[in-house]
């Protein structure tokens, strides 16, 4: 039970500092990189997320896919329960609802970014979870 906590934590933290590198990434891509951004209100955030262009959601779609597959891994690994996907499987949504409160918490966004967030966390936390689970 502890391990497997472990696991989800251990995860979780994983996938945020890879997430984090990813949209450091997509930022570059910002036709003017935002300063102070933790201090603008709703309407200049919502101009920041309309003006950048796809390669920046692009980038953090990507990001996504890559962080839900290592998060899976992880969660396997760590807790050593490879006959079962119940883990890689509270990760996935965790790291879907988190997807959703960022959208939400960062308007202007297309909606594609959503659906695409929805779309890849859990089936690529399944995959981190086979690949893991492969060679064991």
């Given at each position: 039970m502890v391990r497997s906590l472990l696991g989800v934590v251990v995860a979780l933290?994983?996938?945020f500092a890879v997430f984090s590198i990813f949209i450091m990434i997509a930022s570059?891509?910002?036709?003017?990189?935002?300063?102070?951004?933790?201090?603008?209100?709703?309407?200049?955030?919502?101009?920041?997320?309309t003006?950048?262009?796809?390669?920046?959601?692009l980038t953090a779609a990507i990001g996504g896919l890559v962080t839900s597959l290592a998060a899976g891994w992880i969660v396997t690994k760590v807790s050593r329960q490879r006959g079962s996907i119940i883990l890689p499987l509270i990760v996935?949504?965790?790291?879907?609802?988190g997807g959703i409160l960022l959208y939400y918490c960062f308007p202007g966004q297309p909606p594609w970014f959503l659906i695409?967030?929805?779309?890849?966390?859990i089936p690529f936390?399944?995959?981190?979870?086979?690949?893991?689970s492969y060679r064991t």
């Open positions: 933290i994983t996938a570059m891509f910002a036709p003017q990189p935002p300063k102070n951004f933790e201090y603008r209100n709703e309407v200049e955030i919502v101009q920041f997320m003006s950048l262009p796809f390669a920046a959601y996935g949504a965790l790291m879907t609802l695409a967030c929805i779309i890849i966390t936390a399944l995959v981190g979870y086979r690949v893991a």
